[in-house]
């Protein structure tokens, strides 16, 4: 039997509960909707052997004040941040340090800083121009698996007035 990380069991090192599938895939942990990540964003994210992968579904939960980054739809399975190589963007969106785009390293620091300036659509085209000349790699690089750009332009436009 697998060890048991639900809060019934306290002290025991292993459970008989039957995992239960996430419902609507939602995180187990906050309940919100996680969106689906293929397994080969969680190869090259996830800091332990990848034995402990298995062939199933995975979500990715961007709910800031939940611990779980990436959780299996059929309950088993859940893995926290400090089993992932990267801090995640939706966990600490509002620290300057936090990567918002993984493949060319740009910060939220970087982009809050060109926000309204002369400077402000710099890391967007920078981050443009690198997908166009093939040198992006969200997929593996980026913790929910796709696309930095959304995220990039959220940062860009919080507190610019209306």
Partial sequence: ME??????????????????????NTCPSCGQAGKRVESQTLKGLLAVPLTQLRDV????????????VYFSVDGVQQFAED?????????HAADDAALVC?????????????RGGTNSGDVVAA???????????????????????????????SGRDS
């Avoid at 060890?3 to 609507?24: E, K, Y």
């Fill in 102 to 114: 993984y493949c060319f390293r740009h910060t939220v620091g970087v982009v809050r800083s060109q």
């Fill in 57 to 68: 579904e995975y979500r990715f939960c961007r709910t800031l004040d939940c611990a779980v």
């Fill in 3 to 24: 060890p048991c990380a639900c809060p019934s069991s306290a002290g025991a090192s292993t459970c008989d509960r039957t995992p239960v599938p996430a419902a609507d």
């Fill in 83 to 91: 089993a992932i190589r990267e801090r995640v963007f939706q966990k």
């Fill in 127 to 157: 981050i443009q121009a690198g997908i166009q000349a093939g040198q992006c790699a969200c997929d593996i690089r980026n913790p929910q698996g796709s696309c930095c750009l959304g995220n990039v332009r959220a940062v860009a436009d």
